[in-house]
């Protein structure tokens, strides 16, 4: 079992920036992908950006050129730092892990919000 912990959310002005940070504890020594997803009101859950153990990244198209991903293999920690925010970035915002070979854990969510 692998268990999340996600902190870093929380009210923002358009055009600020917020880091949001997930630490994966357990059983994590079969962690391959890391990743953010996010969900607005009435909306479905999709990939922000995503990063491999290898460091490979993918990021969805809303969010390139303003967020970045990164993480810290030894700490089994992944970060998402978000500038130039937009309102409609706001959604809650998921931490996502894929252990090998195939099991995915999500964290509890973290409420982003960002007033126009």
């Known amino acids: 079992q692998v268990q999340l912990v996600e902190s870093g959310g929380g009210l923002v002005q358009a055009g600020g920036s917020l880091r949001l940070s997930c630490a994966a504890s357990?059983?994590?020594?079969?962690?391959?992908?890391m990743g953010w997803y996010r969900q607005a009101p009435g909306k479905q859950r999709d990939m922000v950006a995503e990063?491999?153990?290898?460091?490979?990244?993918n990021y969805a198209d809303s969010v390139k050129g303003r967020f970045t991903i990164s993480r810290d293999n030894a700490k089994n920690t992944v970060y998402l730092q978000m500038n130039s925010l937009k309102p409609e970035d706001t959604a809650v915002y998921y931490c996502?892990?894929?252990?090998?070979?195939?099991?995915?854990?999500w964290g509890q969510g973290t409420q982003v919000t960002v007033s126009s």
């Open positions: 996502n892990v894929l252990s090998l070979p195939s099991r995915i854990y």
């Open positions: 357990g059983s994590t020594f079969n962690i391959n992908t």
């Open positions: 990063i491999t153990r290898g460091g490979f990244i």
